[in-house]
């Protein structure tokens, strides 16, 4: 019997064009529209990987590419594809520049792969490590503002 091998990839989805006001750490962690689902976005990966590679990378990776989870509130995630064709994936994610959004165009975005794992595993822990680390920075700059202002009250 022959075992397929996969590998994991773990997205994160930026959007440059978020509101200025928010602090310039959360400006590209915005989250995701509720209308991007799994299957549009594996639909979008599909379509890019076409227009890189043609045939061939459509052939090699249309089979196995499949989103296994997504978070709209935290715009990551987790892409399964074979061993061998993870860098056309790869590329073509590096190379969306929209993402679907009710049939039209969709958002502006940034595409940035994170992790390539061996196991849905690993790739699952790497998301909830840099959740959390986002919401750290989060407070992190909270804590920052309110000292700011304390240290001016005091001048």
Known sequence: ?????????????LYPDSPQSLPGSLVF???SSDTLTAASLAKTIRESVVELFG????GMTSFSLVVKYLSTPTSTAIV??????YRLVWA???????????GRQGMECVIRVVRVSGSIRKAELEAVRRAKEAINIG?????????????????
């Open 80 to 85: 399964r594809v074979t061993r061998a064709h």
């Open 92 to 102: 073509a994610c590096s190379s969306l520049t929209h993402i679907p959004d009710r």
């Open 1 to 13: 019997m022959v075992r397929l091998k996969h590998r994991y990839l773990l997205l994160q989805i």
């Open 55 to 58: 045939d061939y990378g459509a």
């Open 29 to 31: 962690h915005s989250p």
């Open 139 to 155: 407070a992190g700059v909270a804590i920052d503002s309110e000292q700011d202002v304390m240290d001016s009250d005091e001048d």
